[in-house]
């Protein structure tokens, strides 16, 4: 599914064609792929929210696939290996950010279906460092938001997270969300989801949230320890922010968002509360995820459609009509 210029998605800019297989080089392994998951991002991709990408693209980065060909220059990884491919696609590992353990914020990174091409077809290319090896009966569809959705909910959890048996608010209940809240609560953390949309109010109760709150109309109560929001909407941050108590830190996981509004600094603000934006992950995030996510049995959930529907699943999770995520069948007949 190639983009070949940034559009409304609800004019289907995705078309459905043949291009040639990628072939791998030195450390690259290039992999059938099984699943792609459908993240927000993918949307501000297709629809330019993000700078338009120099040449046809082809999205996706939450890949899993199993390896059918790799480079001369791949060690450790071989034919039939089980991977995962995440947003993170290589770094420089030069510049200084990469030097102090920040690769989440190179300069210079590159970025599965965006950069390169991605997921939304039936083979991609990781590169060896920067892909993560999956137990063989891996239930590929359920484990593949964990490689975008997950992780980058991860990093922002870690952000924000109070002390142990803290108060933790969710705003915005979509791919990422439904994955961290089951975190927290495992974790053992106090959880409350705010939305506006009902149905999303009832898949939090069902993964197991202490609390769940209709956002319209909630004052400044200032209950909360800490804070993730995942809705790219500006006014959800200020409406999280009100809710944070003295020395709270609320982390944004997006990669867009609008305008935030003013800030009411006296009220808002002051008691050392603070606010962050969440910039993709490191490799440790992403390995200390899996790992988790594997231990406190996390589950995703999917709604499954074809590689040649994701117009289509797009234009729904633009609508908010979705509960969990949605993964592309990438397998060809
Ligand atoms: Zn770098
Ligand atoms: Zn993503």
New binding site residues.
């Given amino acids: 599914m190639v983009l070949h210029k940034v559009a409304d998605v609800n004019s289907k800019p995705l078309k459905f064609e043949d291009v040639s297989e990628p072939l791998p080089r030195g450390d690259e392994v290039r992999v059938k792929i099984e699943n792609c998951a459908v993240?927000?991002?993918?949307l501000n991709v297709v629809e330019g929210d993000l700078p338009a990408p120099s040449r046809s693209i082809i999205p996706g980065?939450?890949i899993v696939g199993r390896i059918d060909s790799v480079g001369d220059g791949v060690k450790n990884l071989a034919a039939g290996d089980l991977i995962g491919i995440p947003?993170l696609h290589s770094t420089c590992g030069t510049c200084e950010y990469c030097v102090t353990g920040r690769e989440n914020l190179c300069d210079n990174k590159v970025f599965t279906g965006y950069t390169v091409n991605g997921g939304y077809a039936e083979y991609a290319l990781g590169r060896e460092a920067y892909v993560f090896e999956l137990p063989q009966e891996t239930n590929s569809a359920e484990i593949a938001p964990f490689f975008?959705?997950g992780i980058?909910g991860y990093r922002a959890l870690k952000l924000a997270l109070p002390a142990p048996g803290g108060r933790i608010g969710f705003f915005g209940f979509g791919g990422s969300a439904h994955i961290t809240l089951q975190l927290a609560s495992k974790l053992g953390y106090e959880t409350v989801v705010y939305s506006r949309n009902p149905s999303h109010l009832k898949l939090a109760q069902e993964l197991g949230a202490s609390e769940t709150v209709q956002t319209k109309d909630i004052g400044p109560e200032k209950t909360l320890d800490g804070a993730v929001v995942f809705a790219p909407i500006g006014e959800v941050a200020i409406e999280a922010l009100k809710q944070l108590k003295k020395g709270a830190t609320l982390s944004i996981a997006a990669i867009h968002m609008n305008s935030i509004p003013s800030i009411d600094y006296d009220r808002d603000l002051f008691g050392e509360r603070r606010i962050m934006s969440v910039e993709s992950n490191t490799r440790a995030d992403a390995r200390e995820f899996l790992a988790l996510a594997r231990r406190l049995k996390l589950e995703a959930r999917v709604t499954i459609r074809k590689l040649e529907e994701a117009n289509e699943a797009l234009i729904d999770l633009k609508k908010g009509s979705i509960d969990g995520a949605f993964v592309l069948d990438c397998r060809s007949e």
């Avoid at 993240?39 to 993918?42: A, G, I, N």
């Fill in positions: 993240c927000r991002t993918d980065h939450e947003w975008c959705a980058i």
